[in-house]
């Protein structure tokens, strides 16, 4: 692409410790945060210094994997211990993205699956675990971005909400990815970001991946996109996923709903980007999504600032449930459904 920069690492394996670009410092500093254990990886993923389902997945991996290493001369009940209450941090930093849930599943079933073997051995395979989940979700990514390609046509403008992007990532992203493999594809796409209160994944994270590529991207406040639509202003919306219910009800960032009622007001398609991890088959309702409420402080102001009137209450639902509906289509790694519902999802896990 175009003026294109290196692509962003936004989690890294480097010196035997786990390497997080902090997203809350972007777009204005690249720094990257060390994780040495469990408890270290949860915290970040519970500050959002890595964030975005498909991310979050791999840190709780390293997390663990980490954690193995930590434990691996122990004595095997000490380690099987640590390792369960690792598990447990993990678990708790954050309860939307099913990933996070995917990702320990996985990693737990690495640690119990080889038979008799020395925490050494069982540290290392975890380990792994954790570069093969981070180099799959890249290679799912851009079969994602491949599927939905072929959706948009050349000249598309698209809006996109919150950040599905390389930093939800592994790498490419899942919304962004389509919009990425479009690009690579020949075809002329142009991207709407909205900003995304309260956290600004748009405005920030959204908005710089873009520019550092050169695609084209304009940035709009939360409100402004209904009015876009209405002028015929926007071609398409594609969104990603933190879970997906069995019956197709989609939880993403706090505001898609919103975006998704005024996409079929005005005749839009609204596509949801996810890998077959955001899926969760075992939650059959959107209704049944444990939906994280974020503290006040987001919402009062961002950063050092603060504009709310003292003394005001908050609420920070930090995710909301579009109903399968709205969804024109889910496009995964492995087909597209359109209008998603129960059987759609349920021939996605086939064999
Ligand atoms: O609160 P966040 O920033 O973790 O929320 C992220 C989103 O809602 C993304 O759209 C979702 O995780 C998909 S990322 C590929």
Redesign the pocket.
Known sequence: MKGALPAVETLRWRDERLELIDQRQLPDRIEYRACHSAAETAECIRT?VV??????GCAAAYGLALEAQRLRGSAPAEFAAGLDRASAILAGS?PT?VNLFWALDRMRAARDGGGDRSGADIAARMLALAHEMAAEDVRINRAIGARGAALLPSGARVLT?????AL??AGH???LGVIRSAIEAGKQVSVIADETRP?L?GARLTAWEMLREGIPVTLITDGMSGHLMSRGDIDAVV????RVAANGDVA??IGTYMVAVLARRHGIPFYVA?PLSTIDMNTAHGRDIAIEERGPEEVLGFGASRWAADGVAVRNP??DVTPAELVTALITERDVVFEPDSQGLGALFAP
Do not use: L, Y
């Open positions: 959002m964030r975005g389902a498909p991310a979050i954050r993205a909400h919150c950040n599905a992007g939800a990532t992203g899942t919304a956290f994944q969104v990603g996923a933190d993403n960032k996810c930090a995710f």
